[in-house]
């Protein structure tokens, strides 16, 4: 059994803010949520709580007070950054992927996977979390020119950092080595077939199961099922997780307005403040797109993000509206009986 201080395990003045004395002795950090419990570090050791919610309230990264028998949760502290996206499929829901974390590595490679429009995705997630984005390209030994694809990356947003790396090879790790130690968190996101597994294993020591890819197209199989909290060699902790098919977004237009800070900052400047910025006059952004200042499918990318987030963001608040009026029914009902059975 490995003991681990609080500031191994990323303790910082926020989290101490929100505890005293008393308390502070209690305090762990979530390293896997099960159904029904969760699994935290702690400097006492591993433990398993019971929660007194639904573990959907959870992520891997929170931090936790437990209750003086250290046997559930009592409290969960404020989240630092918080990674959530709108769950897939039909569920109007949003979808907790981390928590506490320094740093989002979105994992592609120098092939048929790199995407600019995916990549744009993460990184309004990144920045409406208040994470660190960083845009890991992997396979780098495959490719010819692998600082192109680094090139490409960096120009999307002034906020992010790219690297190139081969990520079966042990001596390349090093790379990553700023976002991962002395108790910094980094998670792992992108498609299947990309190389997180394989980062993973190399940069924590563990035996994650990998797939090949199909040649095709580049696409892979789900290695990672789950999420955890790992130590890195570093010194730091890392999420993994599973490979996302998709990617829906809501609850990040400010993410998207730094990811597109040039054309928001031209879209304030439009002639008319309802500019829909296609063909109404004195429309600033379609001026830049014809001075060839704008990539027009750089707008378009803007403009379908924009719409999505507008779409899932309102599907989100009126889910969440209609939750607490069935709650607050049930309380009401619940009270009705209670005065009834005291009669």
């Not at 969960?76 to 950054?81: A, I, P, S």
């Not at 993410?255 to 829909?276: P, R």
Request: hydrophobic residues 35%; contains cysteine; negative net charge.
């Amino acid at each position: 059994m490995t003991d681990y201080t609080l500031k191994d395990l990323g303790w910082s003045p926020f989290f101490a803010a929100q505890t005293d004395p008393e308390t502070l002795d209690f305090a762990a950090r979530i390293s896997t949520v099960a159904r029904d419990r969760v699994t935290v570090l702690s400097p006492h050791g591993t433990l398993i709580l019971r929660t007194p919610e639904t573990t959907g309230d959870y992520a891997v990264g929170d931090w936790v007070l437990t209750t003086p028998d250290r046997g559930a949760v009592a409290e969960r502290l404020e989240r630092q950054t918080s990674l959530k996206r709108r769950a897939a499929g039909h569920d109007v829901s949003a979808q907790l992927i981390a928590a506490n974390v320094e740093t989002f590595g979105i994992v592609t490679s120098c092939n048929e996977d790199f995407n600019i429009a995916r990549l744009e995705r993460y990184l309004a997630l990144a920045a409406s979390a208040g994470c660190i984005p960083l845009i890991i390209l992997t396979k780098s030994d495959l490719c010819d020119d692998p600082h192109s694809y680094a090139k490409q990356a960096e120009r999307l947003s002034p906020l992010v950092a790219a690297v190139t790396l081969n990520a079966t090879d042990p001596d390349e790790l090093d790379t990553l080595a700023p976002w991962c130690r002395n108790g910094q968190t980094l998670v792992l996101a992108g498609s299947s077939g990309v190389g997180k597994s394989t980062l993973s294993n190399l940069l924590t020591g563990g035996d994650a199961a990998t797939q090949g890819i199909r040649e095709d197209d580049a696409k892979g199989r789900h290695t990672t099922t789950s999420r955890d909290l790992a130590r890195t060699r570093f010194g730091g902790w890392l999420i993994d997780t599973p490979g996302m098919r998709s990617l829906p977004l809501a609850d990040v237009a400010d993410g998207i307005e730094a990811v597109f800070e040039d054309i928001e900052t031209l879209a304030a400047a439009c002639k008319f403040n309802d500019c829909a910025h296609e063909t109404e006059p004195g429309c600033a952004i379609q001026a830049a797109v014809e001075a060839g200042d704008i990539d027009p499918n750089r707008l378009k990318r803007w403009q379908k993000l924009k719409r999505e987030d507008a779409q899932n963001s309102e599907a989100l608040h009126e889910a969440r509206a209609r939750h607490r009026s069935l709650h607050k029914t049930y309380r009401g009902a619940q009270s009705a009986k209670r005065d009834r059975d005291g009669r």
